[in-house]
């Protein structure tokens, strides 16, 4: 790990220092092949809150940019729907990229401790459960950032509760391994 940290702060941190990286996740001539069309961005539900769309991160990938897809805040804010993926008419895995840029992101310590927290404890949740599960997916991440912060969200949380709004975990009742399989090969 401290090796990928020097070269993030190398003077020379394109494309041929990130290369090694990204080929475990896809040939990077497909991410060339990005038409620039803007699909992904338009079908990404976060993408007005992120800094840069899911374009933007392609192409600054493309580019040989990776030191500024890495502080983006967009892999982070990526939710991994598969609507950018499925709908891409070159057939880019955006979703995949996503993943693999928080990945390196955390790798290489340029993530933020919240953002660090947050990805981890949604990937265990989902390996857990097959789904996400909110509450649990709040307390563990709470739990790993600010346990105190738990005590002034018990009084919305019994609300909700009453409410039928939230329930009890339940896990999927699906066969988890190619899940599990999936994020074993993007890291």
Known sequence: MAELAKEVNSPASRESAWEPHLLGFKDLRLLRRCMQCGTC????????????????IVNLVARGDVKTALKSKMIFLCTNCLACTTRCPKGIPVADLMMKLRNLSIQAHLASNEDDASSREFVRTLL?????YEPELMIRFAMRTSPLSLL????????????????????????????????????
Do not use: H, N, W
């Open 41 to 56: 961005s338009g079908s990404c539900s976060v993408a007005p809150l992120a800094d840069y769309t899911p374009r933007m």
């Open 128 to 132: 857990k459960r097959g789904r996400i």
């Open 152 to 187: 002034g969200m018990r009084g919305q949380a019994i609300s909700l509760f009453q409410k039928g709004k939230i329930g009890l975990p339940s896990r999927s009742g699906t066969d988890l391994s190619d899940l599990k399989k999936k994020f074993e090969e993007v890291g």
